[in-house]
C-alpha cells in the first residue's frame, strides 16, 4: 500500500485533527444544552430570555459540527472545511459575547433588555395585574437563579464558548496543515 492511499483511508482520515476538532465542538455543545435542560426541567431553574438565546449557538454547534467532521473525514475540500470551522468559531465568540453581556446585567454593571431586567413600568389595570399575576411568570435577566463558584450560569457560558472557539481555531489549524 502506497503511503498516499495510507494517508487518504477513511481509518486515517477519522484521526485527523479537524474531524476530532469538529466532533470536540458538537459534543460540548450537546453536553452544554443537556446541561441546560437539566438545570430547567430536572432542578426547575427557568431560563430568562437571554439564557434562550445563548443556546442558539449551541443548537447550530451540534449538527455543524458533525458536519464539518463529516465532511473531513470524507476528504472534502479544504475550502469547506475550513468555512465550516470559521462558522464554528463566530458562532462561539458570539455567544462568549452575549454569555458576558448577561453575566454583567447580572453583576449590575450595565441596564439589561427592558423586557427582562430593571423596574416594570406598565402593570395595567388591578384587574388585569391578578390576571397576569396567576398566567405569567417572568424569568428577570438580571437576577442569578443559580451560582457555583461564584459564577453565574452565563458566566459558565462565556467559558463553555471560549473553549469551543478555541477547539474551532485549533481545526482550522489543523485543517489547513493537513492540505498543506
Not at 460540548?28 to 437571554?50: E, K, Y
Not at 449590575?108 to 388591578?126: E, I, K, N, R
Request: with cysteine; hydrophobic share 60%.
Amino acid at each position: 500500500m502506497t503511503s498516499a492511499a495510507a494517508h487518504s483511508s477513511p481509518v486515517r482520515r477519522a484521526a485527523d485533527p479537524a474531524v476530532v476538532a469538529a466532533l470536540a465542538v458538537a459534543v460540548v455543545a450537546a453536553a452544554t444544552l443537556a446541561g441546560a435542560w437539566f438545570f430547567q426541567l430536572v432542578l426547575d431553574i427557568r431560563p430568562c430570555p437571554l439564557c434562550l438565546e445563548q443556546r442558539y449557538a449551541y443548537y447550530l454547534a451540534v449538527p455543524l459540527g458533525l458536519l464539518v467532521a463529516f465532511a473531513a473525514s470524507r476528504g472534502a475540500p479544504r475550502q469547506v472545511v475550513l468555512a465550516g470551522f470559521a462558522m464554528l468559531l463566530l458562532a462561539a465568540l458570539a455567544n462568549a459575547w452575549l454569555g458576558g453581556y448577561h453575566a454583567g446585567v447580572e453583576w449590575q454593571f450595565w441596564q439589561g433588555p427592558t423586557d427582562c431586567s430593571g423596574p416594570v413600568v406598565d402593570l395595567g389595570s388591578a384587574g388585569t395585574l391578578l390576571q397576569r399575576l396567576d398566567t405569567v411568570k417572568v424569568i428577570r435577566c438580571d437576577e442569578v437563579q443559580w451560582r457555583f463558584l461564584g459564577l453565574s450560569l452565563a458566566g459558565y457560558n462565556v467559558l463553555i464558548s471560549m473553549l469551543m472557539a478555541l477547539i474551532a481555531l485549533w481545526g482550522i489549524v489543523a485543517a489547513k496543515r493537513i492540505a498543506a
